[in-house]
């Protein structure tokens, strides 16, 4: 089932991406093809192929075939190879979409931009083939497979992405194909023979009347509008998935629930991955409101019960909320802006651990020195207590507009200069960030002393809160939201710096 684009492209070389335990490397070999680029990010696989397993698997010093170890987007980003094959067969096993586990973390193999580049990869009559569970009952993952590769056409230039799309489907397994040239009249033939005589289903061929209505209704259109408008009123998201929005497995709807406890559904697809979007989405916001809870509970509810107990020094109730804002909007604003780099970075970097550990590594190391430049720097003096969080928020916008530029320019770059690059990014927002708590801390200790344990309380509480609050905002909203959210917080930080000013001068 998922060898099918071989029987229509059985020359030239093939691309493998997620090799596994080699079943598609050795589908390769015997359809023909001159050389196989077989690329896995998992070291593991690859070792046991070229050594436990060699004899076992067969596969490793076959002329011909490379063995990779690289995260696929970013090798054929660097790559000039062109190949008559691309496979991206079930390399996500559904334990893992059904639990719910990659709900909430980003695919970056599944978007307009990566399909782009394998597009790109291919000869001018090649076929890229991705293969995911299916459910006759819902259209799940096979209609969003579906919408994205008409959504990366579109963005490709093609005007009719219906005749170069192909989806065979048997029990729980779909197959999508497409082909970066329309499919002809011989092979759509040689296409729906093969169809019959191993007993598939053809939910998709072009000009064919027995095609599955809910695909064709996303796959017969020609512009993006047209796309997005007639998979609107889908009981599950189904829209193509971006860069910006890099999470092809949760099609969870929040305001269609009820849609996963209708109907019927079992095996490897549908409902059961539908649950697994909504056990993952129900588990975060049980989180957020958990933080909540206890945000109230231990911090909030003990500061609005007031009285001296609380508020010990000689200043007013409104200068003490000012600068419980000052930190709470800190410690959120710090927290929005760190998830959304981890995230956009994930993408460039190619790897959510090699995100983490350089957006980790920068902030840890420029906000270090920020706080000491701090101590020698007048922030907390006019002027310069004005100016300081505007340049924050300029710094936060031009950051979510640069790394998009940068992405798109580098992304084909060694992994060492991509790293320099995105340190170079965040550094300067580090030293920034790093200005906001020691100074902060300066200006309330100059009017009451004693309420500053009060401040680091919230201050922290609020960026363990809004770390979860991020996460749900990128997967429905977008990451290039929490950007702007990170650059309101520091704007409003004005507000409370003019209060505690005040509140400085009446002492």
């Known amino acids: 089932m998922t060898n099918l684009a071989y029987y229509l492209r059985p020359n030239g070389g093939a691309c493998i991406i997620g090799v596994g335990g080699g079943r598609d490397v050795h589908s390769a070999i015997l359809f023909g093809h001159e050389f196989i680029d077989a690329i896995d990010i998992n070291p593991i696989f690859i070792k046991l192929l070229k050594n436990q397993l060699k004899e076992f698997a067969g596969i490793d010093g076959r002329p011909g075939v490379n063995l990779i170890i690289d995260e696929a987007r970013s090798h054929l980003s660097r790559s000039i190879k062109k190949y008559a094959v691309i496979q991206m067969s079930l390399i996500d096993t559904w334990a893992a979409t059904g639990a719910g586990a990659f709900s909430l973390s980003e695919n970056v193999l599944y978007t307009i931009e990566a399909w782009n580049l394998f597009l790109n990869r291919l000869t001018n009559d090649g076929i890229f083939t991705v293969s995911r569970w299916f459910n006759p009952k819902n259209i799940g993952e096979t209609g969003r497979m579906a919408s994205l590769a008409v959504a990366s056409l579109l963005d490709l230039g093609f005007k009719n992405p219906s005749e170069h799309i192909a989806i065979i489907a048997t029990n729980n397994l779909a197959t999508l194909l497409i082909s970066k040239r329309p499919f002809t009249n011989d092979e759509l033939i040689s296409l729906r023979k093969k169809v019959i005589e191993l007993q598939y289903d053809s939910l998709y061929i072009p000009n064919n009347i027995d095609n599955n209505k809910l695909l064709s209704s996303i796959i017969s259109v020609n512009n993006m509008n047209d796309l997005l408008l007639n998979i609107k009123d889908m009981p599950i998201n189904v829209n193509p998935p971006t860069d910006e929005t890099p999470y092809f497995f949760n099609m969870l709807k929040l305001g269609n629930i009820k849609y996963i406890f209708e109907g019927s559904g079992s095996g490897h697809t549908g409902l059961g991955v539908l649950k697994g979007n909504l056990l993952a989405t129900i588990t975060l916001l049980i989180l957020i409101f958990s933080l909540a809870a206890l945000t109230v509970i231990t911090i ?208």
């Open 300 to 507: 909030i509810l003990p500061l609005l019960l007031k009285g001296e107990y609380f508020i010990r020094g000689q200043v007013s109730e409104k200068v003490f909320w000012s600068g419980a804002m000052y930190f709470s909007l800190i410690g959120a604003g710090f927290m929005f802006l760190e998830i959304a780099l981890l995230q956009r970075l994930s993408v460039f970097l190619s790897h959510p651990i090699y995100s983490l550990g350089i957006v980790l590594f920068t902030i840890i190391a420029s906000t270090g020195l920020g706080s000491f430049v701090s101590e020698y720097v007048p922030l907390d003096r006019y002027p310069w207590i004005y100016i300081y969080p505007v340049v924050m928020v300029v710094a936060i916008i031009a950051t979510c507009f640069v790394l998009p530029y940068m992405i798109d320019k580098m992304i084909n770059y060694e992994m060492i200069f991509k790293i320099i690059a995105s340190i170079f990014v965040i550094f300067p927002s580090g030293v920034l960030l790093g200005c906001f708590f020691p100074t902060g801390m300066r200006i309330v200790r100059r009017i009451n002393n004693v309420d500053t344990p009060w401040y680091w309380a919230l201050n922290g509480i609020f960026g363990v809160l809004c770390s979860a609050v991020a996460v749900f905002i990128s997967i429905y909203i977008g990451i290039s939201t929490n950007f702007y959210v990170a650059a309101v917080c520091y704007l409003l930080v004005i507000v409370s710096l003019y209060n505690l000013e005040k509140g400085h001068d009446k002492n």
